[in-house]
């Protein structure tokens, strides 16, 4: 009974933790004028290369929201869009829910 009460105490403690996981990652600077676009609108972009992303999915026994997650695996990009100076990120690959693999594109003169 005594761990059920510590369990019951802990849990809006990592409930508030999920909830600011979005406000730890960074935002670059630049990182909004990178675009996220589909595949068929980079065809006459410049290729920067591939960025695989990943943050914390759950946090203790709750899970994240698929929204915030991808929210904050789509910043990640753009921040290192920025690193390699594109403009433009394309979704790739999403092998496990938190972690992603975007295209990065250099589009805009």
């Known amino acids: 009974m005594r761990y059920f009460k510590e369990i019951l105490m802990l849990a809006p403690l990592l ?11 960074e935002v670059r600077q630049g990182s909004d004028r990178v675009f996220l676009a589909d595949a068929g609108q980079v065809a006459s ?11 914390l999915a759950k946090v203790g026994l709750f899970s994240r929201s698929v929204k915030d997650v991808d929210a904050d695996l789509l910043q ?3 921040n290192g869009a920025v690193d390699a100076g594109g403009d433009t990120v394309v979704k790739g690959d999403r092998p496990e829910l938190g972690r992603r693999t975007f295209s990065i594109y250099k589009c805009r003169p």
């Open 45 to 55: 972009c410049q290729p920067r290369g591939k960025i695989t992303v990943s943050v």
């Open 15 to 25: 409930a508030m933790l999920g909830g600011c996981a979005s406000d730890l990652i």
């Open 76 to 78: 990640l990009a753009r």
